[in-house]
């Protein structure tokens, strides 16, 4: 939540800022911040909760994905995501 309500953008540059890890770096440029109305608590809810519905029938169908931390440096993420296409791992029968 805290990631996705807290990210903005700034409608002059389009540059992209969060309030908390990437803080616009000065008061002009964060006065004239914008949030996305999809980046509001309530609709990050809403989505959340649509996610949760059907995420045990999109695993069940998608049954060969593989799982992904993607709470990692980028190219950690990229180098696991390679490795399962180039060399997959064994799968169980």
């Known amino acids: 939540m805290e990631r996705l309500s ?13 309030t908390t890890f990437r803080p616009a770096p000065a008061l002009k440029i964060q006065a004239r911040l914008m949030q996305n109305p999809k980046d509001k608590e309530e609709n990050i809810e809403r989505r959340l909760e649509a996610y949760y519905r059907n995420a045990k029938e999109l695993e ?4 060969d994905a593989f799982y992904i931390n993607a709470d990692q440096d ?4 990229f180098e696991f995501i390679e490795s ?3 060399k997959p791992l064994p799968r169980k029968s």
Do not use: A, N
Request: with cysteine; aromatic share 12%.
């Open 74 to 77: 980028p190219r950690v993420v």
């Open 84 to 86: 399962c296409i180039i």
């Open 60 to 63: 069940e169908f998608y049954e």
């Open 6 to 18: 807290q990210r903005r953008i700034d409608p002059v540059t389009g540059e992209r800022y969060h």
